[in-house]
């Protein structure tokens, strides 16, 4: 299924009840986020909300993807199941035996369809510069600032357009850009991007850099645009796959790149890599923490055109869940078949958990037949793409395991022995991973949760027994360094405790691990987690979002062998906040996103006008304990 823009897709959402529209007036300044904030963090993702008097012309779509249900209208299909399984097909069928005519004439429908899914140019000016502005102007469209924090307005949705100064290839990536005057924004591409790499050739070359973003259109282009798709696929061919229909392309006015006839607005423009940089951020990001100022290139905005009746895409993004968790389900959906196939035949399911933002925590599993092959996966995928900005990887072969997350939980803390199945690598990390001792560069953590083979055994048995949780209370509530804590794992079977600290002058981690490695009642423990007592330590999510995004995993996972004869290895993982003082840590540590009291007062207030149902309370209430200081940077 294709749409002929935003209002297309718009009028299905509707006709299937998933479309609030909000007439009352709304500020694009922090209002917006803190009710969609509410919205996306309620069951199911709530609805996806159309803004339609924020103080411009053009209405905002904003959480349009936030839900299983609307992800999947977006792409098209009944489920991203449905989706992963015809590109499965599709990859069998290429890279099946050809070793005669006859197969090869098989092939000739397949191509045919295939070809039916590359981008076409069309000549002509197209629906998306049906409107020409006189004079750039990014002030007329309803470009949000979404936090407290944040450097400025910042575009969310863009599909950035580059091409490769020497091959011609075109690319189409999503790189935030805050917005820094009418007619200038940032250009926010890590170094590991496509869009980065381009800039760097323009560069070598002495040439200054086209560069066109796209705004709307069918959402399949978005989507599109933040898949990790190897750099010989096109992005504009994945997504004619994805609506069963080829993408139009139109020239632009003001530069030779090519984008959607059917997009609801067209940035055109240039970046000038011979120019000093600009100073961009903070962003309240999609790990739930402020990334922070940074330099990077100007964008130079010399023409934008739009659709008549355009509508403005936004997201926004923070601590999770967010609209984002539900593209990122696509992702795993889509690209299973794919890496199963080129490189890891044994794979069998994959699961990025939203608390895990992605790269924080990856969740596998394999079909298992031989020794190591659970680190052999791990190595194999850390190798893999984007992959390589994974930061824990969890490797089972237990049948079913996202079905019954208790369940699962409960089995792999039986299965796993610390100082024989987890292991650390280094590489690569995620530009806004804050935790690293170093800039985009720190450890991995692999977990091998697999059922093991006699080779795979350690030399000791392991009891699996459990401490009775009053009694670890009574031990607990006695250690004055212990703020809250949390033994409700325990009595599921899972063996692991939550521990809220607070790392005060005078505070020794060393101090309390020695009392908790020595204290005999919790030598049967083989998890123990340390989080800023601000923390809630009963809301697992919210613990599992803190420890995976703040922990270098060497740095802040130590494992302890047994003590003596009957007990076994275990693990203290530190998931505070890292400061110099407590830590040696120098570099800035971000504070989490959180909206601002005067913006929930608000939004608490207007809440009756919106039509959004039975109040919701402000998610940032719950993390306000975890600020320090009212910057981006944790003071």
């Known amino acids: 299924m294709s749409y002929s823009g935003l209002n297309d897709f718009v009028r299905e959402l509707e006709r299937r009840d998933e479309?609030?529209?909000?007439?009352?007036?709304?500020?694009?300044?922090?209002?917006?986020?803190?009710?969609?904030?509410?919205?996306?963090?309620?069951?199911?993702?709530?609805?996806?909300?159309?803004?339609?008097?924020?103080?411009?012309?053009?209405?905002?779509?904003?959480?349009?993807?936030?839900?299983?249900?609307?992800?999947?209208?977006?792409?098209?299909?009944?489920?991203?199941?449905?989706?992963?399984?015809?590109?499965?097909?599709?990859?069998?069928?290429?890279?099946?035996?050809?070793?005669?005519?006859?197969?090869?004439?098989?092939?000739?429908?397949?191509?045919?369809?295939?070809?039916?899914?590359?981008?076409?140019?069309?000549?002509?000016?197209?629906?998306?510069?049906?409107?020409?502005?006189?004079?750039?102007?990014?002030?007329?469209?309803?470009?949000?600032?979404?936090?407290?924090?944040?450097?400025?307005?910042?575009?969310?949705?863009?599909?950035?357009?580059?091409?490769?100064?020497?091959?011609?290839?075109?690319?189409?990536?999503?790189?935030?850009?805050?917005?820094?005057?009418?007619?200038?924004?940032?250009?926010?591409?890590?170094?590991?991007?496509?869009?980065?790499?381009?800039?760097?050739?323009?560069?070598?070359?002495?040439?200054?850099?086209?560069?066109?973003?796209?705004?709307?259109?069918?959402?399949?282009?978005t989507y599109a645009a933040t898949a990790p798709l190897p750099d010989q696929i096109d992005e504009y061919m994945l997504a004619g796959f994805l609506r069963k229909k080829k993408v139009e392309l139109v020239r632009c006015l003001t530069n030779d790149l090519e984008v959607p006839d059917d997009a609801d607005f067209i940035l055109e423009g240039y970046i000038d890599p011979s120019e000093e940089m600009i100073w961009e951020g903070p962003f309240g990001d999609h790990?739930?923490?402020?990334?922070?100022?940074?330099?990077?290139?100007?964008?130079?905005?010399?023409?934008?055109?739009?659709?008549?009746?355009?509508?403005?895409?936004?997201?926004?993004?923070?601590?999770?869940?967010?609209?984002?968790?539900?593209?990122?389900?696509?992702?795993?959906?889509?690209?299973?078949?794919?890496?199963?196939?080129?490189?890891?035949?044994?794979?069998?399911?994959?699961?990025?958990?939203?608390?895990?933002?992605?790269?924080?925590?990856?969740?596998?599993?394999?079909?298992?037949?031989?020794?190591?092959?659970?680190?052999?996966?791990?190595?194999?995928?850390?190798?893999?793409?984007?992959?390589?900005?994974?930061?824990?990887?969890?490797?089972?072969?237990?049948?079913?395991?996202?079905?019954?997350?208790?369940?699962?939980?409960?089995?792999?803390?039986?299965?796993?022995d610390p100082a024989n199945d987890i292991i650390f690598s280094s590489g690569p990390m995620d530009v806004l991973d804050h935790s690293s001792s170093k800039f985009a560069y720190g450890s991995k953590m692999g977990i091998d949760a697999t059922t093991k083979y006699p080779e795979e055994l350690s030399d000791y048995e392991y009891n699996n027994s459990l401490p009775r949780t009053d009694e670890i209370n009574i031990i607990l509530s006695g250690i004055s360094d212990i703020k809250s804590f949390n033994v409700s794992l325990l009595a599921k079977g899972i063996s692991m405790l939550i521990l809220g600290i607070d790392k005060e002058l005078g505070f020794s981690l060393q101090g309390l691990t020695n009392q908790l490695m020595h204290t005999e009642a919790l030598c049967g423990i083989k998890f123990l987690v340390l989080v800023d007592s601000g923390l809630p330590v009963d809301n697992l999510y919210s613990v599992v979002w803190y420890v995976t995004g703040n922990i270098d995993p060497k740095r802040d996972c130590k494992v302890y062998d047994a003590f003596g004869a009957g007990e076994g290895s275990r693990m203290v993982m530190d998931g505070t906040r890292k400061t110099a003082v407590a830590d040696g840590f120098r570099r800035d540590w971000p504070n989490p996103v959180v909206s601002s009291p005067e913006t929930i007062e608000k939004v608490d207030k207007m809440w009756k006008d919106l039509g959004l149902g039975q109040h919701l309370a402000s998610p940032s209430l719950i993390y306000y304990p975890l600020k320090r200081g009212e910057g981006a940077i944790s003071d």
């Open 287 to 416: 790990t739930g923490f402020y990334s922070l100022a940074d330099w990077y290139p100007k964008f130079h905005v010399t023409c934008i055109t739009h659709r008549k009746e355009a509508v403005y895409p936004a997201t926004i993004v923070g601590i999770p869940p967010q609209e984002d968790a539900y593209i990122g389900l696509a992702t795993e959906k889509i690209f299973l078949a794919p890496m199963k196939m080129t490189l890891v035949p044994e794979l069998k399911d994959l699961y990025l958990p939203p608390e895990g933002v992605a790269h924080n925590l990856t969740l596998a599993r394999i079909d298992k037949s031989y020794a190591g092959q659970a680190l052999k996966t791990m190595n194999a995928m850390w190798g893999a793409g984007q992959m390589m900005f994974n930061k824990i990887m969890l490797v089972t072969d237990q049948a079913n395991p996202w079905s019954d997350m208790l369940l699962f939980a409960r089995n792999i803390s039986r299965q796993i």
């Open 19 to 221: 479309l609030v529209r909000i007439g009352h007036k709304v500020d694009p300044v922090l209002e917006i986020t803190e009710i969609v904030d509410r919205i996306s963090k309620s069951p199911g993702g709530g609805k996806a909300l159309l803004f339609e008097n924020n103080g411009t012309e053009f209405p905002i779509l904003i959480n349009a993807y936030g839900s299983a249900s609307r992800i999947c209208l977006a792409l098209g299909h009944d489920s991203l199941d449905q989706i992963g399984t015809e590109i499965e097909e599709l990859f069998k069928q290429l890279a099946g035996p050809s070793e005669n005519f006859l197969d090869k004439l098989k092939l000739l429908p397949l191509l045919s369809r295939i070809a039916s899914w590359m981008p076409k140019k069309k000549k002509g000016r197209g629906r998306c510069q049906e409107v020409v502005m006189d004079q750039p102007d990014l002030a007329r469209l309803p470009v949000l600032t979404c936090w407290p924090a944040d450097g400025g307005p910042f575009i969310t949705l863009p599909c950035v357009v580059t091409r490769d100064p020497e091959t011609g290839a075109r690319n189409v990536g999503m790189y935030r850009m805050q917005v820094f005057g009418p007619d200038l924004t940032g250009m926010h591409w890590h170094k590991h991007k496509t869009g980065a790499r381009h800039y760097l050739g323009y560069q070598k070359l002495g040439k200054r850099m086209p560069v066109t973003v796209v705004l709307g259109g069918d959402p399949a282009y």
